[in-house]
């Protein structure tokens, strides 16, 4: 499947709805959509960007498989394109899957809120540039490249 890597602010909305999350003005989202149906396979919504640090909210369809390409632009842009220190994402306790994601590409379990949700804890996770796996690794090499001359 071929797919494509855009920043359009028109899958926003969409993003939002699968994340269901409420953006402040200064919001971004990069997504991997399938090239001949434009539907989003994966993306992220970077908020709460301070000079040191962003919000990273990152949603995988089910059964998805995003491109490397989009991996490697969703650690490029806040590390790379922004200087951030650090970047935070929030996980419910029960998203064992989201969990598995963030701790797969260097994430860390920096706290744990206990009775955020109703049903859950909130588990907050960060991530330096030294501790990026995609940033990092030769494997992800071809990719960062790519990224890196658009």
């Known amino acids: 499947m ?25 919001v971004q989202t990069i997504v991997c959509a399938d090239a001949e149906t434009g539907m989003p396979l994966a993306g992220v ?18 059964h998805a498989r995003p491109s490397k390409d989009w991996f490697a632009a969703i650690f490029d842009y806040p590390f790379n394109r922004l200087n951030v220190r650090k970047i935070i994402g929030q996980v419910r306790s029960t998203n064992q899957r ?9 994430f ?12 859950a804890d909130l588990l907050v996770f960060t991530m330096t540039r ?21």
């Not at 860390?108 to 049903?119: A, H, I, Q, R």
């Not at 501790?131 to 890196?148: F, G, H, M, T, Y």
């Open 130 to 150: 030294d501790q990026c796996r995609v940033l990092n690794s030769p494997i992800w090499a071809s990719a960062r490249e790519r990224v890196a001359r658009v």
């Open 2 to 26: 071929k797919t494509v890597i855009t920043s359009n602010p028109i899958y926003l909305q969409f993003m939002c709805q699968r994340l269901d999350y409420a953006p402040t003005a200064n």
């Open 108 to 119: 860390e379990l920096e706290c744990t809120v206990k009775g955020f949700y109703p049903e």
């Open 45 to 62: 919504i970077y908020d709460a960007y301070n000079g040191a640090s962003i919000m990273a909210h990152i949603w995988v369809a089910p």
């Open 98 to 106: 989201a969990i598995e994601l963030d701790q797969h590409f260097g």
